[in-house]
């Protein structure tokens, strides 16, 4: 119910309930993060007091947390995250991404640390890609480099680290590309896109043959991180 309320007012972030504490009456509290800041403070401003699926009013204030931690963190989107938000503000036709060059770099066998004749095999992807916003005119690319030292049991146990290696490393190529895209929401509803230029940014007619990344390792990334945990939070409701 949480959810259906407050996404009313634009696309959440997280969701997440907890119980009173011990020494408050009994009952459950919600933190609850927006994407834009003016989309909280009108959640806030339209649902503080209101008897919106329970009997008493609710009460909702804008988050005070202030911790210079907090303040400090500038962590970019995950993978699903960028999906999420751009398919609500642009559109599932508002964007496209396109691969322009995905090649194994390193493919080796080395002595496992355990000796007995062990191999490892370590591996390793770039991915350059291409995101462009057609209605807006504006394109961008983002790179990656993921690698994982693994030991080799069979031809099965290669094939499977090669495919998880290519879809990791085309997700942490369109995350960087994200990185660089501004979305702008007007008061009228309309989205507006810009991308931020930097020295280092790829040009059409300088990329060829050039692939110029950002390095990951994929144990950096585990597949079940909470990507809400210990941020700020927009909006608190209780």
Same mark, same amino acid.
């Given at each position: 119910?949480? +959810?259906?309320?407050?996404?009313? *007012?634009?696309?959440? /972030? ?14 459950? +509290?919600?933190?609850?993060? +927006? /994407?834009?800041?003016? =989309? ?29 931690? *907090? ?20 559109? +599932? ?66 094939? =499977? ?26 008061? #009228? ?12 940014? *790829? ?12 390095? *990951? ?16 939070? #927009?909006?608190?409701?209780?």
């Amino acid at each position: 119910m949480l +959810f259906g309320v407050f996404s009313s *007012f634009g696309p959440l /972030y997280l969701v997440k309930v907890s119980p009173n504490a011990p020494l408050h009456p009994p009952g459950f +509290f919600a933190l609850i993060k +927006f /994407y834009s800041a003016a =989309q909280a403070l009108k959640a806030q401003q339209l649902t503080d007091g209101r008897s919106l699926f329970q009997s008493s009013p609710l009460k909702v204030r804008l988050s005070s947390k202030q911790t210079p931690h *907090f303040l400090s963190r500038n962590k970019p989107l995950g993978h699903a995250r960028c999906l999420e938000l751009a398919n609500h503000c642009l559109g +599932f036709n508002g964007w496209t991404s396109d691969i322009i060059a995905l090649k194994e770099l390193t493919n080796e066998e080395e002595e496992g640390e355990e000796g007995g004749g062990v191999r490892r095999r370590r591996l390793r992807f770039g991915c350059l890609l291409q995101l462009s916003f057609p209605h807006h005119k504006q394109t961008t690319r983002g790179a990656a480099v993921v690698e994982d030292s693994f030991t080799c049991t069979g031809p099965d146990v290669l094939l =499977q680290r090669r495919c998880k290696l290519q879809k990791l490393v085309r997700d942490r190529a369109l995350v960087q590309a994200f990185t660089t895209v501004l979305l702008i929401l007007l008061g #009228n509803g309309k989205v507006m896109v810009e991308v931020k230029r930097t020295s280092d940014q *790829f040009l059409l007619e300088q990329s060829e043959g050039v692939l110029q990344v950002n390095e *990951f390792c994929q144990s950096e990334f585990p597949s079940d991180v909470d990507e809400g945990e210990d941020e700020e939070w #927009n909006l608190t409701a209780s």
